[in-house]
């Protein structure tokens, strides 16, 4: 159910502490116009920050219906917790903030089900530069790098994954890992090593299975 | 495979990412979610929070029935005892032991 935030003055409070008072954050009239149940304003948060969403998203889902569901749960998620934003940091590190938990909680519902399915990445096998050997050798190559990481990385526990996700595909430092999961930072470096440890075993694992194959 | 073998794949997967475009998927993305939003918004609650709902409200009234029965059968039980202790007599015999 997707409840609006109404009866909820605009809180003025609302704005981006990275901005003046005098020049607001372009998302800060729409995020004002939000938290007062105005989904047409929300719509235009949507459209402001759908890309980041979703190229966070992508790192998790496998195929264009997880990305869209996930995309969806997202967005439905901030907007049902707007009331909750009290603009002490930028919108986007809030929602961005939500993004990755939604992300996390995604990869512990499906964990089950996505062990069976390592051998299905549709959303990089379909379209993706370089995915049926046509192009530059490096481009060929990065992509295969791409499909090994991640099929791997399905095999990995959530928490594992998550971890290296956020370090090794999203860059992020292991400080901003801690903030975003809200792990010790010690935690964040111990998980970490851990994932890479089991991530390196499930590599090899994958490629003598495939020249098995061959 | 050793660290920096793990470390030149993933840099080799970033740049691949980084190719990756979703701009098919995202088109329109805002519009299809806002109709969804105003569709579940019109359909009013759903049917599990109705569910949530009814639960509280009928265990909230099941516990103030309990409160109107117990006080209810309080007063009764201590017009049945002073019946009782009239009955048995003993008032009278209090009566005459303080006279």
């Not at chain 1, 089900?113 to 299905?120: A, C, D, F, H, P």
């Not at chain 2, 806002?34 to 409200?57: C, M, N, Y």
């Amino acid at each position: 159910m997707v409840a609006p935030v109404r009866g909820e003055a605009p809180d003025s409070s609302v704005r981006s502490p990275a901005t003046p008072m005098s020049t607001p954050s372009p998302d800060h009239t729409l995020v004002l116009a939000a938290r007062s149940g105005d989904m047409a304003a929300f719509g235009g948060l949507v459209a402001l920050y759908k890309t980041r969403v979703f190229a966070t998203a992508a790192k998790y889902a496998r195929n264009h219906h997880e990305l869209e569901d996930l995309a969806q749960d997202i967005f439905i998620k901030a907007w049902k917790g707007l009331g909750t934003f009290r603009g002490e940091a930028p919108f986007e590190h809030w929602l961005m903030r939500l993004a990755v938990r939604a992300c996390f909680d995604f990869l512990r519902r499906n964990r089950t089900r996505r062990e069976k399915e390592i051998s299905r990445d549709a959303l990089i096998e379909s379209g993706h530069p370089g995915m049926d050997g046509i192009g530059a050798p490096e481009i060929v190559e990065e992509t295969e790098a791409l499909l090994e990481v991640r099929r791997a990385m399905t095999l990995l526990a959530p928490k594992e994954r998550h971890v290296l996700t956020l370090l090794e595909l999203e860059e992020k430092t292991v400080r901003e890992v801690a903030e975003l999961t809200g792990w010790s930072e010690t935690n964040v470096k111990v998980r970490a090593f851990r994932a890479r440890q089991s991530l390196k075993k499930y590599i090899q694992r994958l490629r003598q299975t495939r020249l098995s194959n061959d | 495979m050793n660290d920096p073998d793990l470390s030149h794949l993933f840099d080799k997967a970033r740049q691949a990412q980084a190719r990756t475009d979703f701009a098919a998927q995202e088109y329109g993305f805002e519009t299809r979610f806002t109709a969804q939003l105003h569709a579940q918004a019109a359909r009013g609650p759903a049917s599990q929070t109705l569910i949530w709902r009814a639960a509280a409200g009928m265990a909230a009234f099941v516990g103030l029935l309990a409160v109107w029965f117990i006080l209810a059968q309080n007063p009764q039980a201590t017009e049945d005892d002073l019946t009782a202790f009239w009955d048995s007599g003993q008032a009278t015999y209090d009566m005459e032991y303080l006279n």
